[in-house]
C-alpha cells in the first residue's frame, strides 16, 4: 500500500491517485488505535484527519512512511520532532480555506448586523421586528493580519466599512497596512472604536488569554464580535463579563476547542454566545483546492524518493504544485507574514493557516 487516507479526498483528485498508486481509503480507522497500526505498517503516506493523532509511537510502526498531510490547516496533531528525525514530510493545505474563512466572517458579521433573520428563517415569530445595522459606514476592527484578515479586508472595504486593526507581531508602519487599507492602531484604541471586532488572529503559547479583562474594559458598548481563532486566546470569565453587561453585544466564535465553554464555563447559558463546530473552512471548493494540492504533493514525494525532506506548509508551494488544468480559485495576492521560524515558535505552537 502507498497511501492510506484516514481522511476523504475529492472524488477526482482520489482517482488521480489511484489511477499512480495504490491506495486504501479507511476513514473508520480514524478512531481505532490498534487497527490503525496493524493497517498503517505498509504504508508510505498517510492523509490525517484533525481526530488522529500521529505519535511518536505510531511512526514507530510505519517503516515506510514518507509523508504526512493534513486536508486543513494545522499540523498539531503529527509529532514533529519524531517525523523530522525520520525524514518524514509534512504537508498541509495552508491556503485553501483561505476564501472560506473569510466569508464565514463576513458572513457572521452580517447575521450579526441582521439579528431576527435566523429566528425568522427557523419559523419563530417574533414579538417585535429587530431593528437591524448596516454594515456600510460601520467602523470593524481587524484583530489579526493572518492571510485570511487579507480577503476579508478586501470584501468589507468593498462594502464601505471603514477598517481600522492591530497586530501584535506586525508594527504600525508596515506597509501591509496601507496596502490593505486599514488603519493600523493601538490595541485599546482598536477596541474602543469598533462597531465590530473580528478575530483572525495567529495564535502561539504565549497569547494565551490575550483576550482578557484588561482589554475588554474597553470595548465600546454594544460590539459586535466574530472569530475563527484559538479559544485559547479568550480569557473565559473576562469574555463572558464583557457579554453580560453589554460591552459585547453578540459573538460568534468558530470551532472552539471541547475544553472551551464547559459545563462548568461562566460562558454556559449565555444565549449571545455561539460557538459553531469549525464550520469556517468546510466549503466545496476548499476542499477541491486542499484535495489537488495534497494530491501533487504525495505524487512529487512518492515518485520522487530522493527529494530532501522538511516540512512544507506555505502558501507558495500550494500555488506552485496545483495541477494547472482544474478550474479552482486560488488566492495568488495574498503576502505571507511570517513563516513560524520568523514568529520565534516551533510549528507545533503556532496555528498559523487561518
Known sequence: MDILLLDALMPAARAWLEARYELAFCPELAQDSVALRQKAHRACAIVLPRKTLLTRELIAFMPRLKVVCRLHTGIDNADLEACRERGIKVVHASSANLRSNAEYL??????????????????????????????????????????????????????????????????????????????????????????????????????????????????????????????????????????????????????????????????????????????????????????????????????????????????DAMVRHLPMDIPIDIPMDIPMLASPSQWGESPSGLNAGL
Open 106 to 315: 463576513l458572513s457572521s458579521l452580517l447575521l450579526l448586523y441582521r439579528r431576527g433573520l435566523v429566528s425568522s428563517l427557523m419559523g419563530r415569530r417574533l414579538a417585535s421586528v429587530p431593528i437591524g445595522r448596516e454594515l456600510h459606514g460601520s467602523t470593524v476592527a481587524i484583530l489579526g493580519l493572518a492571510p485570511t484578515a487579507h480577503i476579508l479586508a478586501n470584501m468589507l472595504h468593498s462594502l464601505g466599512v471603514k477598517l481600522i486593526g492591530y497586530d501584535p507581531v506586525v508594527p504600525p508602519t508596515a506597509p501591509v497596512w496601507a496596502q490593505l487599507k486599514i488603519e493600523a492602531v493601538s490595541l485599546p484604541e482598536m477596541i474602543a472604536r469598533a462597531d465590530a471586532v473580528s478575530v483572525q488572529m495567529l495564535y502561539a503559547p504565549r497569547f494565551k488569554d490575550f483576550i482578557n479583562h484588561a482589554l475588554l474594559a474597553n470595548c465600546k458598548p454594544h460590539q459586535l464580535w466574530v472569530g475563527i481563532s484559538r479559544s485559547e486566546l479568550f480569557e473565559e470569565r473576562a469574555l463572558a463579563a464583557a457579554l453580560v453587561d453589554g460591552r459585547i453585544e453578540a459573538f460568534i466564535l468558530d470551532g472552539a476547542s471541547s475544553s472551551f465553554a464547559g459545563p462548568d464555563s461562566p460562558l454556559t447559558g449565555i444565549k449571545s454566545f455561539f460557538i459553531t463546530p469549525r464550520l469556517a473552512p468546510h466549503t466545496r471548493e476548499a476542499k477541491l483546492r486542499s484535495s489537488w494540492f495534497l494530491a501533487r504533493r504525495l505524487d512529487e514525494v512518492l515518485s520522487a524518493p530522493s527529494v530532501d525532506a522538511s516540512t512544507d506548509t506555505s502558501s
